[in-house]
């Protein structure tokens, strides 16, 4: 099989910070309560944009920064894949507006599959570039998830932020070589957001104090069952990504480095805990950023890289879940 690399990548966060205090000034919470419970004390909220494209803005604004701050040019793209959790339209998809603006004339199609979206995009990218067709396929994602908050609901309304990535998945090296990809999933029920309609961005403000119906019928309802979900990522996600590594030819000790969903602080140190990860190989920015959807773990990726977290030869495990439940994980390798 064409082994396939991770050549460029590149995040954006708003500058605007929600943090605990915010929340406690709208429900009956408090910091202290809110950290035990998810780890969380700030998230970014897109507050410098109303127009009616959040979601094409958050991308737009993360492949900005990837052309500013990589060689990459979009003369390169043999493809474009806008991969959401959300759409601004029913269509044209997020790929559309990102091709119309900047002027691309190359096969561009969305997809979405929850908060593993990024995920199945990699598993996507990965079948494309074993056809001559593809080269270099350009990556977009963007996340306005305090748009769909309920702010009438404690328990939810404090995990979101919003965020964008960009990144290029290859077949010629980079970064990194994207060693292993695996995805799966069963059923439907235990989260999920009903279907959204015409959504302009709006200000936090405007979406704390407006009506709940009226935000269901913009954004769609956001519901998840939290004690079975956390059950299940303590409880079959250790055995995926065990499964994961095997299929690999690895085991949990090869791991240098594991990034997972940001959903949720606590439940994230359960995970790793019950994998036998050690808590210094854990990588995380939920506690900063709050739940991004699928755009999480590539932002940690990619602000630990600028970092310069990652040596040569090191492995990194990635793993991310979402609506359904779906899941998937990918395993890579720094050149």
Not at 3 to 9: D, E, Q, R
Not at 110 to 136: F, I
Not at 296 to 309: P, Q
Request: charged residues 20%; proline residues 4%; glycine residues 8%.
């Amino acid at each position: 099989m064409q082994p396939i690399f991770l050549k460029h990548v590149a995040h954006h966060h708003p500058d605007h910070v929600l943090d605990n205090a915010f929340f406690e000034s709208i429900f009956d919470t408090s910091d202290a309560w809110i950290r035990a419970k998810i780890g969380i004390a700030e998230r970014r909220h897109m507050a410098d944009y109303r127009g009616p494209h959040p979601v094409f803005e958050l991308g737009r604004r993360a492949l900005d920064r990837l052309l500013a701050t990589t060689p990459f040019t979009l003369d390169q793209a043999d493809l474009v894949l806008f991969a959401s959790c959300t759409d601004d339209l029913h269509y044209p998809g997020p790929a559309n507006l990102i091709s119309e603006h900047y002027g691309l004339r190359v096969p561009a199609f969305s997809m979405k599959n929850a908060c593993s979206t990024l995920m199945y995009a990699l598993e996507v990218c990965r079948g494309l570039l074993q056809t001559p067709a593809y080269r270099d396929i350009l990556v977009v994602t963007g996340e306005p998830f305090t748009l769909q908050a309920d702010y009438d609901d404690r328990r939810s309304a404090v995990l979101f932020g919003d965020a964008g990535a960009a990144f290029v998945v290859s077949r010629e090296p980079g970064l990194f070589a994207v060693e292993h990809v695996g995805v799966g999933g069963m059923g439907s029920r235990l989260i999920h957001s009903t279907a959204p309609g015409a959504r302009p961005a709006r200000s936090i403000d405007a979406l704390v104090a407006s009506d709940a119906g009226a935000r269901d019928a913009a954004w769609g309802r956001f519901d998840q069952s939290g004690r079975e979900v956390f059950d299940f990522v303590t409880t079959a996600m250790p055995v995926a990504i065990e499964d994961f590594l095997a299929d690999a030819g690895h085991q949990i000790g090869d791991v240098d480095w594991f990034i997972g969903h940001q959903a949720n602080l606590v439940m994230l140190e359960a995970l790793c805990q019950k994998l036998g990860l050690p808590a210094h190989k854990h990588l995380y920015n939920v506690d900063r950023y709050g739940n991004t959807s699928s755009a999480g773990w590539m932002t940690v990726l990619s602000e630990e890289l600028a970092g310069d977290r990652f040596c040569r030869g090191e492995r990194i495990l990635a793993s991310a879940f979402g609506g359904g439940l779906a899941w998937g994980s990918a395993l890579f390798l720094k050149l």
